[in-house]
């Protein structure tokens, strides 16, 4: 089941601009996670958050988590065109082997 | 980390063909595996998951099938293919829970 809901669904910007990427999700969970998908190729993790985290940075990537409102972001600043991809929230389901739950994902194009 | 191989990365097969799509596993031992599916600009659905050699539980009802004859090898299968197995198959596995997945690069099948 999809639990993670990415918002918004498509996000054009220009290198050099930030772009925020917003996640919500249903039940409680352990972790959080952000991937990335460039197209027609496998997923590639860029980052964990724990329950008990609020704030992790990871290079050009910020992610907050906010367990009271379910809710999680991606920043990623000062985009480069490399950046062009979709990104892909997820959180862990202790029901299917803890498999990851993904949302539909969120399609950013950088343009030079 | 781990490395994941997973072939063919396409396959075009008729309705009714047989289908078998092999994911092996490098660097870990016992991993959880899964198979996912994604559906053109969807997110991922989770299709089977394991545990353990042998061990495979199914997330959705459905047409195909999936085995585990050793640790880091998982297989997907299915007897008779229909037009709406066609999708974008992806293997993934981690070593336990709390951890990332780490991801194949995905065989398209196209049934016609």
């Known amino acids: 089941s999809q639990q993670g809901e990415e918002d918004p669904q498509a996000l054009s910007i220009q290198e050099g601009e930030n772009a925020t990427m917003n996640c919500s999700y249903k039940t409680s969970i352990n972790n959080l996670q952000w991937y990335r998908q460039n197209s027609g190729r496998g997923l590639v993790h860029l980052i964990l958050?724990?329950?008990?985290?609020r704030e992790k940075h990871s290079g050009r990537l910020r992610v907050t988590l906010d367990t009271s409102k379910k809710s999680s972001s991606l920043l990623i600043t000062a985009s480069r065109a490399a950046d062009t991809a979709s990104y892909f929230c997820a959180t862990d389901a202790s029901s299917s082997g803890y498999a990851l739950n993904f949302g539909k994902g969120t399609s950013l194009l950088v343009t030079p | 980390s781990q490395t994941i191989h997973q072939w063919p990365a396409t396959l075009v097969q008729p309705v009714g063909s047989p289908l078998s799509l092999e994911c092996t596993v490098e660097g870990t031992s016992n991993p959880n595996l899964y198979w996912y599916r994604q559906a053109a600009g969807r997110g991922l659905q989770l299709l089977f998951y394991?545990?353990?050699?042998?061990?495979i539980s199914s997330e959705v009802p459905q047409n195909l099938s999936a085995s585990r004859p050793q640790d880091r090898q998982f297989i997907l299968s299915s007897k008779k293919l229909l037009l709406s197995d066609s999708g974008f198959y992806l293997c993934a596995s981690s070593p336990h829970r709390d951890t990332e997945a780490f991801f194949g690069q995905g065989t398209r099948l196209t049934v016609v």
């Open positions: 394991s545990v353990g050699i042998g061990q």
């Open positions: 958050i724990r329950s008990n985290e």
